[in-house]
């Protein structure tokens, strides 16, 4: 009796460790996987129309890296983008689907709103 509790014992902790390590795995494999081609930003985001003078406010925490002027040391120029291609790039970075940490990191503190003024006042710069 004791046996055959140990063994079935076993065999529910061997499950249990597979299942683990194919999580484990799923994990790991689905975060190095960059989506962000079939990433689509829904039309209501697309729809907030942002406020120009909270887009300049918030943007002194982008022009740290970003500079005005083009690429600066592997840091894309991110002035005079349409605004849906700047709406998109934020979002695919927020929501995962495009990887990178630092952006990842700035881009889910932003909110909606947020997102739509940095749009509108960066694509207002013309360099
Ligand atoms: C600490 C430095 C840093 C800060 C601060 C920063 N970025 Fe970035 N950003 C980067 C880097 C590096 C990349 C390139 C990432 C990559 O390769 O995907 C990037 C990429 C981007 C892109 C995509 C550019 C492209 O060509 O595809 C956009 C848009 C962007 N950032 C906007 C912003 C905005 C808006 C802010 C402020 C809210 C901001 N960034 C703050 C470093 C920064």
């Known amino acids: 009796m004791y046996n055959l509790i140990m063994k079935s014992l076993i065999l529910v902790l061997s499950i249990s460790i597979i299942c683990l390590n194919l999580l484990g795995f799923y994990v790991l494999a689905s975060e190095q996987v960059n989506d962000e081609d079939g990433f689509e930003v829904s039309d209501e985001i697309l729809a907030i129309v942002g406020d120009i003078d909270y887009g300049e406010y918030l943007s002194s925490e982008c ?7 083009g690429l600066d040391e592997g840091i894309p120029s991110i002035t005079g983008w349409p605004i849906e291609s ?7 970075y927020k929501s995962g689907a495009r990887k990178h940490p630092i952006m990842e990191m ?9 997102i739509a003024s940095l749009a509108i006042f960066f694509e207002s710069i013309n360099n």
Do not use: D, G, P
């Open 86 to 92: 700047f709406v998109w790039s934020l979002h695919s």
């Open 63 to 69: 022009t740290t890296c970003h500079h005005a002027q």
């Open 106 to 114: 700035i881009t889910q503190r932003l909110s909606n709103e947020e």
